[in-house]
């Protein structure tokens, strides 16, 4: 089971979030454990918590755990580093993905040469306690070579010799979606001989594609309304959604855009989030 250290806060009265504002911080003890200049005690009490599960770390002979930085919204992994109790600690107080380098033997927060920050919204631990992600969200590339993630190099592709496949980064269903709807894009300016996909047709033709998404969702309520098999929804769900994203990308709009603002709606109950639009 997977632990949260922002799950931590919810039973501290007050208490939404497990990090706090630097003003209440101040240096760390020698110990590597978040230190809080504020005699209030649900601080004190969450310190005590902090400290406690910074114990119960498996940290390696060296004194280090897996550190792996995980993008919120599209769930890419970002990078992996090591941490110890003070770069965890670090990262906890700055909500800045910190890191122990081996080489150097120091820390060193993502971003503080390329400005390319984490910015960490929650920390998990793994079943184990041995391993640590920052989930959060990146302000740039994260691989020192440029690219959004440092995992781009496919096993597979190597060992079958697919060299024409190049670098692609590791990518869900849904961004490989995008990808490929991208690259549609880019052909679409191109002429082309024979006959068009339907992805650089819809791409070419907007009445099309508006016609296509309205389509698409109501045949998705009729799933509902004519109570048909769950796949069928599955299945319409699935159309909506692709004739959806080829709107996107025509609008120039990442569905990483989209995810990100779902979840800044979290917090805010649909009637407020209505209203804030009218303003």
Known sequence: MAISYNALAQSLPGRSSFFVPKALCIKQR?????VFASNDKNIIALQAKVDTLLDRIKWD???LAVA?????DTGAVLMQGFANREALSTTLTSRKATFFSRSR???WTKGETSNNFINVLDVYLDCDRDSIIYLGTPDGPTCHTGAETCYYTSVLDQLNNDEASGEKLASTTLYSLESIISKRKEESTVPQEGKPSWTRRLLTDDALLCSKIREEADEL?????DKEEVSRTASEMADMLYHAMVL?????VKFEDVL???RKRFSQSGIEEKQSRSK
């Open 30 to 34: 020698s110990r590597s454990t978040v």
């Open 61 to 63: 002979e060296k004194g």
């Open 68 to 72: 792996i930085a995980q993008n919120v």
């Open 105 to 107: 033997s120091t820390l």
């Open 221 to 225: 309520c009729r799933t509902l309304e």
């Open 248 to 252: 996107l990308s025509k609008r120039d």
């Open 260 to 262: 990100e603002v779902l």
